[in-house]
């Protein structure tokens, strides 16, 4: 079955500083790939998505991440946070070999930003 | 008008009792699911329903029932509630291989 793996757990960073948060998933295939995040007390909200196309999608928020196929990973990136980026950020991916249309998530990466 | 509504935002009850929780989606999606977020934040799936019909059903106790009336809403049956769901349940919409659309989350206390 497909699974989705987040490297960092925590991570704390200063404003301005640049994050890059790691996301691989297991198996191949047409994948669609997802990155959600979650503010303190919220629900889920969708960051940016990957379909087809450019390799480098760009989202909300001045987040951006790039699919690399051979990798099987989807990393997460922004060149510098706010205080406000502080949340849980989870990967998920659709589709794939044994994925079908189950959203899998990763484990989560809590990010704290200080100021 | 929200996109992803589920009722209710807050529960508290007792070990051994029998709860609903209720989501509903405006989107037109063919497809919803149930996912538990322990106090870890990881996020699990538990159900998913497409047009009705019961397609992922993860390792859960057979104390949850889901029920889907229609396509538009999929409901969440716990009978004899344990210590041990307490969680926060969130039920969430899509269509195909799209996004899911999230709803606010139900979180259950069990004491």
């Known amino acids: 079955a497909q699974s989705v793996s987040q490297h960092n757990h925590h991570v704390i960073l200063s404003e301005a500083a640049s994050l890059e948060l790691g996301c691989n998933y297991s198996?191949?295939?047409?994948?669609?790939l997802f990155w959600y995040v979650q503010y303190p007390g919220q629900h889920l909200q969708l960051l940016l998505k990957?379909?087809?196309?450019?390799?480098l999608v760009k989202g909300i928020k001045g987040f951006e991440a790039e699919f690399i196929k051979s990798k099987f990973s989807f990393n997460l990136r922004k060149p510098s946070v706010q205080w406000s980026d502080t949340a849980e950020y989870f990967c998920?991916?659709?589709?794939?070999?044994?994925?079908?249309?189950?959203?899998?998530f990763g484990t989560g990466t809590q990010l704290k930003v200080e100021l | 008008d929200t996109a992803v509504s589920q009722t209710p935002k807050y529960l508290v009850t007792q070990m051994g009792n029998d709860k609903s929780i209720k989501c509903e989606q405006n989107?037109?999606?063919?497809?919803m699911y149930w996912y538990k977020q322990d106090s870890k934040k990881f996020l699990k799936i538990m159900f998913s329903?497409?047009?009705?019909?019961?397609?992922i059903n993860e390792t859960v106790p057979n104390r949850f029932s889901p029920k889907s009336p229609d396509k538009a809403h999929l409901n969440l049956h716990i009978n004899s509630l344990e210590l041990g769901d307490s969680a926060v349940y969130f039920c969430?919409?899509?269509?195909?291989?799209?996004?899911?659309?999230f709803g606010q989350g139900t979180r259950l206390t069990v004491v």
């Open positions: 969430a919409s899509s269509s195909g291989l799209s996004q899911a659309f």
């Open positions: 198996y191949g295939g047409t994948v669609n």
């Open positions: 990957y379909f087809s196309g450019d390799p």
């Open positions: 998920a991916v659709k589709g794939g070999t044994g994925g079908g249309n189950k959203l899998t």
């Open positions: 989107l037109g999606h063919d497809t």
């Open positions: 329903y497409n047009n009705k019909e019961l397609i």
